[in-house]
C-alpha cells in the first residue's frame, strides 16, 4: 500500500510540474528553477551578478502562481540588493508583478519609508508572433517623507515582437524572440526615457536585455551565464 501511495503521490507532482511548465514557454515555473544574470556597462566591463530562483510554484486549476527571488551583487561578490515578486500564469497568458519595474536604486534609497505602489502588470503570451504588438505596463510609487509626497512613475510602451535569432551567451546559444520597448521614467520634474530589447527563449525566459541611450547606442547589457532546473 505504502508503495501505491508513493507512486500516485509522485504521479501527481510530476502533473503538477509539467502543467505549470506547460503554461509558461517563455518564465521559468518549475521551484528550483534558477537563472543567473550578468551585467554589463557600456564599455561591456561586468557591473554585478543577479540570480533569479523560483521559490515557490502553486497551481490551481488553470492558474499558476509563482514567486521569484532575486538577489544582486556587485562585481566584487558584495551583496547589495534582494528583493522578490509574483508573476501568474492563466491560459495562454502570463502576467508580471508590475513591482518589478520599480528601480532596485529606488528601494536601496528610500528603505524604510511608506511607499504606495500601484500599476499595470506586464503581459507576454506564449503564442510570440513577429509584428505582434503587445500590451503596455506601468507602475506608480508615491513615497512619503517627513510630510513631502514623492511620485515617480515607470512606463513601458510600444512594446512589440521585432525578430527572431539566434544568441549565443555563455549559457549557451538560443533562438530567441526579440521585444522590443520604450521605457520612460518620470520623477519630480525630471523626465528619462530608455528604449530597451529583451531576447526570450522558449523553455528557458530571459536570454538578453539591451538598453539604450537616445542616440539608439547600447548603455547597458544583461546576458543568461548560468541556468539549472
Partial sequence: MKKEIFLIGLVLAMTTIATAQECSKYYPMIEGA?????????KEKPEGVATYKVTHVE??????????AIELKDEKGKEIYKTDYNFTCSGNMV????????????????????MDISGTDIELPNDLSVGQQLSDANVTVKISMG?????????????????????TTPAGTFNCYVIYSDNMMK???????MPSRVWYAEGVG?????SYNKAGKAVGTTVLTAYSK
Wanted: without cysteine; glycine residues 4%; negative net charge.
Fill in 34 to 42: 534558477t537563472l543567473q544574470y550578468t551585467n554589463y556597462n557600456k
Fill in 59 to 68: 497551481t490551481s486549476g488553470d492558474v499558476t502562481n509563482a514567486t521569484m
Fill in 95 to 114: 502576467t508580471i508583478d508590475y513591482e518589478s519595474l520599480v528601480p532596485s536604486s529606488m528601494f536601496e534609497q528610500y528603505e524604510g519609508m511608506e
Fill in 147 to 167: 510630510g513631502i509626497n514623492m511620485n515617480t512613475t515607470v512606463d513601458m510602451v510600444n512594446r512589440k515582437v521585432e525578430k527572431q535569432e539566434s544568441v
Fill in 187 to 193: 520623477a519630480m520634474m525630471v523626465k528619462q526615457s
Fill in 206 to 210: 530571459m536570454i538578453k536585455q539591451e
